[in-house]
């Protein structure tokens, strides 16, 4: 029992602290916000310089078969710049194809993901029609769909792999909340699909590894509000006193803080339990899950409140934080919906 | 990062459970599953020496000093058995966690020889004396003085909130020994003995009629010279170091008993049919998320080695787990509804969940306050300007 980043953990989360601070700079997120919520030049440089893309992929297919933990650190790092890149959709769909593709299936995809060439997402829908073959309905709520060349799709049961260019499939992007992740609406008709070995074992890790990489961006981006916040509450005088001195406003700070350490335990205690093959896995999950969104949206809302005024304005970052941290609550199930299944874990269905 | 225990720390974890569980199941089952702090006082003062006697009284202490100079890992492991096997708490809690780690860091081999191993087998209980009733969260503000005469320590004044002074044999104090001296400056850390005609110890009644603090009145009390710990005037650096002890390992131990405390809470609510209540579900699964982070917190903070920076999972755990167990209390008496409020002895006696509900509303306060927590926290953590200070 070490519950402490290795030396190499360390330099891994310092490393992409940096990358991400240096590389997904405001102005760069902005620009992709304009457009279609891809910042291409971080996520090229992530995957091939920084050779991040095949973190969770094994090493036969071009990655470095690094942990959850490691990944968590990365997810961190991208989520504390609100980062516009597909990550989630790596980590959910790199490590499905890992655990369930055929040889064949990995071969193809793995490389080409690691190397950042092909951009992943997937989504579900219990509707999901498979007739021979080819796959038909309407999932809705793909994060970056508009930009993805594959998909993995699911019922729920089964999984199968779509590439973007099919016959038969249609992608519409709605105007999204949170313009740094664009969540696309595919529709199918008869769409070739080729279904994964094993949909079950994929579709198990590549839920936990979406759940982790939302918790890891959420602590990120939940740290980098109250930084800034104390950054501001330092500079800025009312009363002829810096506001950081008002009793009210300090409180709210260390508020902050006392939920973003707890996510921090929620994080790595999930990340780690996943590596370790814990029983305590699933309940991990879910309390990551629930806790470090809830956390990260109280952050976001307390830092465009002890703003005052230019915390409302679309020039300060504060609303990219508050977007985002809403995005990441309602993304693959409410907080409610977690605690309900840790609640079913403790006390049995409800009658 | 792992937290996974090795096959060596599994095997102590065995060996504990087994001692422990035919412990209470033996000798000492006459005070298993007691949670209150001073219930059976003597039988739990022998409890210390059995624990002493098999060296299972202060295993992190060096072996000199009566310990096993256990491993952190073996410490933890120890905590939680200890509180899964229904063991009553220590009574001599202030004397292991706080009095002993202080002797041993700020003491001299002279002290320690004295102190440890006494404090190790439960024949030196110790209470805390600091609060006074004009110092509580301006511990500071302390005015009870000490000075030397004929080669000993001579103290007059009263301190408050004694916590088990009434079953104490020592208690260790914060005194102004320099004259004129205000605010930290000035003070001194000392031990002294309770059974003098110069102290005298009179019970106060809390809101849950239990009577287990005190005030404490010092008229001309003794103590031998060589008990101060430190220089005169080091008091304020010891009291804070001391202060730093309470987040030990000891959390991972009253975690357990906070364990236990939940599953009451979540067998009443299966029993009675609030389990079926979607709010009290969703309540009873943040309390469960809220403990299992705090056992990870804790697991961070003691596994934390870079003392550079400020440990943030240290500096907030504090509040984190007496907001968290205040909220229990209020979880506890909500599944209980209306008969919670009712004794079952005809007498002014609670049962675990209803005392919990009322002994939680102290979690917050003593130890400094929730609001002083979040002074410490913003200013020491986040780099805040401190409160501003009258005369
Ligand atoms: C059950 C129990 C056991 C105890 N056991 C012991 C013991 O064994 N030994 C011992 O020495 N003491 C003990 N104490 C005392 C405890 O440490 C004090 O009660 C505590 O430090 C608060 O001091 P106080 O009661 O004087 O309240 P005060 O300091 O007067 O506080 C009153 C209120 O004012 C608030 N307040 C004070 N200062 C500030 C500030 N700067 N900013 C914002 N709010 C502020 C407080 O948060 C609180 O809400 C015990 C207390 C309890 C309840």
């Excluded at chain 2, 299992?292 to 920076?309: E, P, T």
Aim: net charge negative; glycine share 12%.
């Amino acid at each position: 029992m070490d519950f402490a980043f290795t030396d190499e953990q360390a330099m891994i989360a310092e490393t992409a602290q940096q990358f991400f601070a240096e590389n997904a700079t405001s102005s760069r997120t902005r620009e992709a916000m304009a457009a279609d919520g891809f910042d291409r030049a971080t996520w090229q440089s992530f995957c091939q310089e920084l050779g991040l893309g095949g973190l969770l992929v094994p090493e036969e297919f071009g990655g470095s078969a690094l942990g959850m933990v490691d990944f968590a650190t990365v997810a961190e790092a991208a989520g504390s710049q609100v980062a516009a890149i597909p990550l989630h959709g790596l980590a959910m769909i790199g490590s499905a194809i890992a655990a369930g593709g055929s040889d064949e299936q990995k071969s193809k995809w793995l490389p080409q993901l690691a190397s950042g060439d092909v951009v992943a997402s997937g989504g579900g829908n219990a509707d999901l029609k498979s007739d021979n073959g080819g796959l038909s309905g309407k999932i809705e709520f793909v994060p970056h769909g508009n930009i993805a060349n594959l998909f993995i799709l699911s019922d729920g049961s089964e999984a199968w792999i779509v590439e973007a260019d099919a016959d038969g499939l249609s992608v519409d992007t709605p105007v999204t909340m949170d313009q740094t992740r664009p969540q696309a609406t595919l529709t199918l008709s008869n769409v070739k699909a080729d279904p994964l070995a094993d949909g079950a074992a994929a579709l198990n890790i590549g839920k936990a590894a979406g759940w982790i990489c939302l918790a890891a961006e959420a602590l990120g981006g939940a740290q980098a509000c109250l930084d800034r916040t104390c950054e501001y509450a330092k500079e800025r005088e009312q009363f002829g006193r810096a506001i950081g001195s008002f009793q009210a406003y300090k409180h709210r700070l260390a508020d902050m803080m006392i939920e973003i350490e707890q996510a921090r335990s929620a994080v790595y205690w999930a990340a780690c339990a996943i590596d370790e093959g814990s029983d305590e896995a699933e309940l991990a999950l879910h309390a990551a899950k629930s806790f470090c969104a809830d956390t990260f949206f109280k952050c976001a809302g307390d830092m465009i409140q002890l703003h005052g005024g230019i915390g409302f304005t679309w020039e300060h970052d504060a609303h990219l934080f508050f977007k985002r941290a809403r995005s990441i609550q309602t993304m693959m199930q409410s907080g409610n919906w977690h605690r309900e299944e840790i609640a079913t874990m403790i006390l049995g269905e409800a009658a | 990062m792992k937290l996974g225990f090795s096959k060596e720390d599994e095997d102590f974890r065995s060996e504990c459970a087994s001692w422990l569980n035919d412990q209470m199941s033996g000798e000492f089952s006459d005070i298993k599953g007691i949670t209150t702090l001073t219930e059976k006082a003597e039988r739990r003062k022998e409890w210390e020496q059995q624990l002493a006697a098999h060296k299972w009284s202060c295993i992190g202490w060096p072996e000199e000093w009566g310990g096993r100079g256990a491993s952190l890992a073996q410490q933890v492991i120890f905590a939680e058995e200890y509180a899964r096997a229904g063991v009553p708490g220590r009574v001599n809690h202030i004397g292991i966690e706080l009095a002993g780690p202080t002797i041993l860091t700020f003491g001299t081999d002279e002290q320690k020889k004295r102190f440890l191993p006494d404090i190790a087998a439960g024949k030196t209980i110790f209470c805390q004396g600091f609060s006074e009733p004009g110092a509580g969260s301006d511990l500071a503000a302390v005015r009870t003085k000490g000075h030397v005469e004929n080669g000993e320590w001579v103290v007059n004044g009263q301190k408050i909130w004694t916590s088990l002074a009434h079953i104490s044999d020592w208690i260790f104090v914060v005194t102004r020994t320099e004259e004129g001296t205000q605010g930290p400056k000035g003070l001194s850390f000392l031990m002294m003995p309770i059974d003098q005609e110069g102290i005298e110890i009179r019970g106060i009644e809390q809101i849950n009629g239990d009577a287990e603090f005190n005030e404490t009145f010092f008229t001309d009390a003794k103590c031998a010279e060589d008990s101060l710990i430190g220089a005169p005037g080091d008091g304020w650096k010891i009291a804070m170091g001391l202060l730093a002890f309470e987040r030990g390992v000891s959390t991972l131990g009253q975690q357990m008993a906070f364990r236990n405390e939940l599953d009451e809470i979540i067998a009443a609510a299966k029993s009675n049919g609030s389990s079926n209540d979607p709010l009290i579900r969703q309540r009873i699964a943040k309390a469960e998320i809220g403990l299992r982070l705090m056992r990870y917190g804790a697991l961070r903070m003691l596994s934390n080695q870079d003392h550079s920076k400020v440990d943030g999972a240290a500096l907030t755990y504090k509040i984190q787990w007496a907001t968290w167990r205040r909220g229990l209390g209020e979880l506890g008496m909500d599944v209980l509804g209306q008969g919670g409020e009712i004794a079952e002895g005809g007498e002014y006696a609670w049962n675990t969940l209803p005392n919990l509900f009322l002994y939680s509303r102290a979690d917050t306060i003593y130890g400094g306050t929730n609001q002083i927590q979040r002074n410490l926290i913003a200013e020491r953590g986040l780099g805040m300007p401190r409160e501003p200070r009258g005369k």
